[in-house]
């Protein structure tokens, strides 16, 4: 069951049992007699001596007292009227997880142990708590999960050019995911995922039912929430758990402007299909560059908040591909986001490999005797590297998740060469 009260009124038993469940996922790990060190702004402690909750305050650097560790009740009238502004927006049973989760292809669910502040009140889900779905989910479509103040919590969807506003008046947009290309009841077999190949020394990601169904239809590794999420742009990106960094699912399109950096039905930018400049950068909405080289390529992740991404973060955001092929055909640039059999990693990227290179970072350079033109902003003394990741679609058996090429100036620039931005996590509080 869910329901909410208002702090800043008197409290019964019901809100000092509430808010205390609320307030232990704040200071499970910031209690006890001795003051935190370091301290910092708007830090949290469980002052176990004097038995009174503490907030760090920005303006004076002292701590100020909140709340009564025995009942959970203000400390005086001028605590009871700001601590509904004091507490964060979202309180998780665990901090280190989104609080919706993915229960079926198509269905979520608000976590057991999950308290959502809107207003001056705090939503409870005592019990994991069914997130209301629309009829028709549209594969390639980003949603948004909002909590009601009755308590309820619906999805509705979330593109970028049109971000989601409030289902009903209060409500609170808490996180949101990304409905993938893999659609629901997809197998290893009809998806096209290799089964085999996988040895001690590299090869296939093994796939089983239970991984293609992470991705399935809903993808799993998108969810976030308020607390955990991309420190940039989040339409479209998924969450790689083992390095800690949100990766884009799809290829930058030359108008990300309007579309962003990552979306499903989109032309793929490259030299020959030239970007929009951003307008941080000068441009007006229309005027594009002249090619996609690093230079551009780091003009455009910045202006989505994002970064270009590195040689561990691709190995393994792209691990799950079947390695070792590329698309082939024309020498051109793909026309679009789509799906591939056998090019989806294990964390829902298409396309991940054998499409086009992946401008990747950090550029690094090393000593030279002479200036190199290029930049048309200043010249390079030394010799430019910048990487590539995953290959293209001419390469062959040489493309796969630990394709690399680290041989190219900083302003190289072709038809195969695109761009697939990284972003990094951001775990705290709001």
């Known amino acids: 069951m869910q329901h909410s009260y208002s702090i800043p009124n008197q409290a019964g038993a019901a809100f000092r049992a509430d808010l205390n469940n609320a307030l232990t996922a704040i200071v499970s790990n910031n209690s006890g007699a001795t003051e935190p060190n370091p301290s910092h702004a708007f830090q949290w402690w469980a002052d176990t001596t004097s038995g009174i909750l503490k907030q760090r305050n920005a303006t004076n650097n002292e701590w100020v007292e909140i709340l009564r560790l025995s009942d959970g009740l203000p400390v005086n009238a001028v605590a009871r009227a700001e601590v509904a502004f004091a507490l964060p927006a979202l309180v998780k049973a665990d901090p280190s997880q989104p609080c919706i989760v993915k229960t079926s292809a198509t269905t979520l669910a608000i976590k057991a142990g999950t308290h959502v502040k809107i207003g001056n009140a705090y939503v409870s889900f005592t019990v994991q708590t069914a997130v209301s779905m629309p009829a028709v989910l549209t594969p390639g479509e980003d949603y948004a999960v909002f909590v009601h103040p009755d308590g309820t919590a619906s999805a509705v969807a979330d593109p970028y050019f049109d971000p989601a506003e409030a289902p009903v008046p209060g409500a609170l947009k808490i996180g949101g995911f990304h409905y993938g290309l893999v659609a629901p009841g997809t197998t290893p077999a009809s998806g096209g995922f290799a089964t085999t190949g996988f040895t001690n020394s590299g090869g296939n990601y093994p796939w089983t039912q239970a991984r293609v169904d992470r991705i399935a239809g809903i993808n799993a590794f998108s969810i976030w929430d308020l607390t955990h999420r991309s420190k940039g742009e989040q339409h479209g990106f998924s969450f790689d758990p083992q390095q800690k960094v949100w990766i884009a699912i799809y290829f930058c399109s030359p108008d990300h402007i309007t579309n962003g950096i990552s979306r499903y039905n989109t032309p793929v930018t490259s030299k020959t299909v030239p970007p929009k400049i951003p307008p941080e950068y000068g441009g007006d909405g229309v005027i594009t560059y002249g090619r996609l080289t690093a230079y551009e390529a780091l003009e455009i992740v910045a202006s989505h908040g994002c970064r270009l991404i590195n040689q561990t973060e691709f190995a393994s955001a792209a691990f799950g591909v079947t390695e070792g092929q590329s698309l082939g055909g024309a020498a051109s640039t793909i026309p679009a986001t789509k799906r591939e059999p056998g090019y989806t990693s294990r964390i829902g990227l298409e ?80």
């Open 351 to 430: 396309q991940a490999t054998g499409h086009i290179w992946i401008i990747g970072g950090p550029l690094t350079s090393v000593g030279g005797s002479a200036l190199t033109a290029g930049s048309n902003r200043g010249n390079v003394l030394g010799t430019s590297g910048i990487p590539w990741f995953g290959g293209a679609r001419g390469e062959g058996t040489s493309s796969g998740s630990r394709a690399s090429a680290w041989n190219l100036s900083f302003w190289n620039s072709d038809w195969d060469v695109g761009l697939r931005a990284a972003c990094d996590h951001y775990q705290g509080a709001y």
